[in-house]
């Protein structure tokens, strides 16, 4: 069993990591509870209930009682500090040119 805690973490999806994004925009830590809905995360209902789902399977957020509150494990901070958004890509520059 030493084996499945070695494993590397799954590659989180955009959806995910825009969720993960709102607790760390409203600076929430461990076992804090914050209520959050699609709108707060700037997503689509769906997208948003699938990729909540998939952090609560992954013990990364805990739904708390009252509707729309959920809190983050500590593995789930943990994860919300490494979580980048995919970022555009920057654009291109061209190289400097010497006057020789």
Do not use: W
């Not at 607790?23 to 990729?51: I, S, Y």
């Not at 789902?53 to 494990?73: C, D, F, G, W």
């Not at 291109?92 to 010497?98: G, I, L």
């Amino acid at each position: 069993m030493v084996a499945s805690k070695l494993q590397k973490p799954q590659q989180m999806t955009p959806s995910e990591c825009s969720i993960l994004a709102c607790f760390r925009r409203f600076q929430a830590g461990p076992d804090e509870m914050l209520f959050l809905n699609p709108v707060d995360c700037k997503m689509q209902p769906t997208p948003f209930r699938n990729a909540m789902h998939s952090l609560i399977r992954q013990s990364l957020v805990v739904k708390e009682r009252p509707k729309n509150a959920y809190s983050l494990t500590r593995n789930g901070y943990d994860r919300s500090i490494a979580a980048v958004l995919p970022a555009k890509p920057a654009p291109r520059s061209t190289p400097a040119r010497t006057g020789r």
